[in-house]
């Protein structure tokens, strides 16, 4: 007899895109791994049906229980036949996987993830996943990914079969848990009271420009509105996707920076980006965007499978005559400060937020959603990886930025997916070109002032 689960807090973070879209494919995650190894996809089926043993986030299953979603956990499952994909054309391989990314995993009808393999036209051969962001999120797809090479060396007499993964059930109960520990939900609600209240309320200060805000602000007589409905209006999430390298020389001096001064380079990014905001905003000092990041911290965590993901609501209030420098301490100081506090959802955060201001579910102050995705390049020395993810089609954010190191080039990809009825292409290209622009002028002068990085924001 199946054990039901509550949805724990990051579950809950991603269910509430459910329903507040449209458009139920932004609650999956769409990737696709390849190298340049003669895989045996019959081998590679035997171990993927172990990995499904072996990693029981792959037998999660959702369901609705007297109107209320609940999970639980096969206790066993297979894939027989794994639809082998040769595609002829990189063409034909994109637009193959973006319309799967594009239609929806029913993960209310036992479908939680949708698997192909596939040889590439340049002869690589790999495999897709698209998952229910329920069932994983970016980093738990990264363990199944290794975990399923591990496995299939180990079949293939090429070492030993990988250690056993931890059970993400555990994970549920020990967060469940948490979630009913009244005297941490009331430390988080006094943490977050104060944080919003500072600075007064929040400036949506959009990668597109002031533009939108000022329409509104005309069209309701009130010049002092700070959020814009338009922008995150549920009918206008149809999205594009841009893919845009950083060069290997320049991620290594990015790299480097980062190593020196013990910088994490979603800081780096973020003020960056949250600086081009700024500049194009009417210099707000406060920029408000979103951090989705992962709760994985012990080395447990690390080889647990399963959806751990949190957003963090970063507000940073940075004044213009502080330095590069000074800019990153802020961040990272407000990064600390939010990482004490993972534990507390993010809708109750989310919900504090709207009701402290008089913002409707529609209204959003954040400019940008980023996720740092740390791309375990170093643990595949011997293979030439391609790693891809593709277009949902639709998204809440204005803009999502992934950021990841590139195994294929030693640089770093920036994957940029945008609605496109807020956001140009042209937007999201001058947004990347100011960003490394600001990124590279702070490296070399960390004293440089806030100020003058923005006046140069072109």
Excluded at 231 to 258: M, V
Aim: aromatic share 14%; proline share 4%; hydrophobic share 40%.
């Amino acid at each position: 007899m199946e054990t039901f689960y509550d949805l724990i807090p990051s579950q809950l973070n991603i269910y509430m895109l459910v329903k507040f879209s449209f458009h139920k494919q932004i609650v999956q995650i769409p990737a696709s791994f390849a190298v340049d190894w003669d895989i045996d996809f019959e081998l590679l089926n035997r171990a993927l049906n172990i990995e499904i043993e072996r990693n029981d986030s792959m037998r999660l299953r959702f369901k609705k229980v007297d109107g209320e979603i609940k999970q639980y956990f096969l206790p066993s499952y297979r894939m027989e036949h794994v639809r082998v994909l040769h595609f002829k054309t990189r063409q034909e391989q994109e637009d193959f996987f973006t319309a799967d990314a594009k239609t929806p995993v029913r993960f209310l009808k036992d479908e939680t993830y949708r698997i192909y393999f596939f040889t590439a036209a340049d002869g690589k051969k790999g495999v897709y996943f698209n998952c229910s962001h329920l069932a994983v999120d970016a980093l738990g797809m990264m363990v199944m990914f290794l975990d399923l090479v591990g496995v299939y060396r180990a079949l293939a007499g090429q070492g030993e079969m990988p250690k056993p993964l931890y059970k993400y059930e555990d994970y549920i109960v020990s967060e469940l848990k948490k979630a009913k520990d009244e005297k941490k939900l009331e430390k988080g609600k006094a943490f977050y009271q104060e944080y919003f209240a500072k600075g007064g309320e929040p400036f949506y200060a959009g990668v597109h420009g002031i533009e939108l805000l000022n329409k509104e602000r005309k069209k309701t007589g009130n010049p002092d509105l700070h959020v814009t409905k338009a922008a995150y209006a549920p009918y206008n999430s149809h999205s594009e996707t841009l893919d845009i390298g950083i060069d290997k020389e320049t991620g290594e001096r990015i790299f480097d920076f980062c190593r020196q001064n013990n910088v994490a380079p979603e800081s780096l990014f973020t003020f960056a980006m949250r600086t081009y905001c700024s500049a194009i905003n009417e210099r707000t000092e406060d920029v408000f965007y979103n951090l989705m990041c992962s709760k994985r911290i012990t080395y447990k965590d690390m080889q647990t499978g399963g959806c751990m993901a949190q957003t963090l609501q970063v507000r940073t209030i940075i004044p213009e005559t502080a330095t590069f420098t000074d800019g990153l301490n802020e961040i990272f100081k407000v990064r600390t400060q939010l990482f004490r506090q993972l534990s507390f959802p993010f809708i109750y955060a989310r919900g504090m937020l709207m009701k402290m201001y008089g913002h409707s579910a529609t209204q959003g102050v954040a400019a940008f959603m980023f996720s740092w995705l740390p791309m375990p390049v170093d643990m595949m020395p011997d293979a030439k990886l391609d790693f891809e993810t593709y277009n949902l089609g639709a998204y809440f954010n204005p803009l999502y930025a992934i950021c990841y190191p590139d195994p294929l080039t030693g640089g770093i990809m920036m994957h940029y997916m945008y609605r496109d009825k807020i956001v140009t292409e042209a937007d999201v290209r001058r947004l990347h070109d100011n960003m490394c622009r600001i990124i590279l002028q702070g490296i070399d002068n960390p004293d440089r002032t806030v100020a003058s990085l923005m006046d140069e924001v072109e």
